[in-house]
């Protein structure tokens, strides 16, 4: 398990590292915010061979609240060394849980690895 933002995972058997860049909530989902270094194939190149990488997540607050993937998007960052990205649930963390556990699942070829990542969802005093 790892603490929000900032964290790096190292995901794909080592070869590429998720970084994440921050967390927010609005009104009806959350957001995480993240990069990959290096950049994945089929981002660099959309006629990539390779298998693409899929990015899926549900999360749990500490009231046991359940949250669904509710979409994202990822490309190529401007200066073409890292995919960038974002990633949604639904519905935005009930207001009086505390914390956000968001199990990040990252899918390519058959394999699927699950990382846990905590947020806060109070301000740090």
Known sequence: MSRGQGVGISILGG?????????????DTFTVDYAITPPLPDDVDADSTETSVF???DARDDLGNEYLDS???RGLGPNGTR?????????APRP??????VTLVV????????????????PER
Do not use: C, K, N, Q
């Open 71 to 73: 979409g994202g998007a």
């Open 107 to 122: 899918m390519h070829d058959a394999e699927e690895v699950a990382y846990e990542l905590v947020f806060s969802l109070r």
């Open 96 to 101: 009086e849980a505390g914390t956000l556990t």
């Open 55 to 57: 990015l899926h997540l």
């Open 83 to 91: 995919t960038v990205g974002s990633i949604s649930g639904s519905p």
């Open 15 to 27: 070869s590429h590292r998720l970084e994440v860049l921050g967390f927010s909530s609005g009104p």
